[in-house]
């Protein structure tokens, strides 16, 4: 399969609790976007990467998340102390820097339900 | 003020009519503009982009853009009950990738 891949795709957790969300882009793409969608709304940016280095994070993203992309390739989403208000789906996406600017390609998602 | 509104719908139109989905940005930066398409439980898939002002076709798409108004369309033609779906529209200001999207128009097509 060469699309983009998000592992898990459902994670129920307690408050409180720390979670790890992965995302395997398109292999020839360089760049990563993180976004969260919450029922009824369109998906939020998160952050994104070109290659290793995050570029961009979103001003609404609070000092509880952090993503990573080691040495370019995947990339992981983690949320410490996680508050019920941190429950939606959260999307990766890739894109090659040539291609057109906006054309992402999503993952299926990592869905994520805080109790 | 949101920077890209959408009515969230549903819309609803018979099989075979014409559907119209409309979008405003409050960026007048905004460079270029997406359409979305998402099925109930699946990812965002790209439908259409647009530059440029005026109308693109692609198929039984079209898109439209004013910048003057700041305003993004789409109309389906001929429109299928598959085409069924929350339809996103997204705008980009810059050559990042970064998308702004709207809350989504729900399309209901009955047959």
């Known amino acids: 399969d060469t699309g983009v891949s998000q592992d898990p795709r459902h994670k129920i957790t307690k408050r409180g609790q720390n979670v790890t969300f992965r995302c395997d882009p398109i292999?020839?793409?360089?760049?990563l976007y993180w976004y969260r969608q919450t029922l009824g709304q369109g998906p939020e940016f998160l952050t994104y990467?070109?290659?290793?280095?995050?570029?961009?994070k979103s001003r609404l993203l609070s000092d509880r998340f952090s993503a990573e992309r080691p040495k370019g390739s995947f990339s992981t989403l983690e949320i410490q102390r996680t508050e019920q208000g941190d429950s939606a789906m959260y999307l990766c996406?890739?894109?090659?820097?040539?291609?057109?600017?906006?054309?992402?390609?999503f993952g299926e998602g990592s869905r994520l339900t805080v109790l | 003020q949101k920077e890209v509104e959408q009515n969230s719908g549903p819309l609803s139109v018979p099989e075979g009519a014409i559907a119209s989905l409309n979008c405003t940005y409050s960026?007048?930066?905004?460079?270029?503009f997406f359409w979305y398409r998402q099925y109930s439980g699946k990812s965002p898939e790209l439908i259409m982009f647009?530059?440029?002002?005026g109308d693109k076709e692609d198929g039984r798409f079209t898109a439209q853009l004013n910048k003057a108004s700041q305003y993004v369309s789409l109309l389906i033609r001929d429109s299928q009950p598959s085409d069924s779906a929350t339809y996103l529209c997204?705008?980009?200001?810059?050559?990042?990738?970064?998308?702004?999207f709207g809350q989504g128009t729900t399309l209901q097509v009955k047959p």
């Open positions: 960026d007048r930066g905004s460079q270029s």
């Open positions: 990467f070109q290659n290793e280095a995050q570029l961009e």
């Open positions: 996406a890739s894109i090659n820097r040539g291609l057109t600017p906006g054309e992402l390609f």
């Open positions: 997204a705008v980009n200001n810059g050559n990042t990738g970064k998308l702004i």
């Open positions: 647009i530059y440029s002002n």
């Open positions: 292999s020839e793409h360089n760049r």
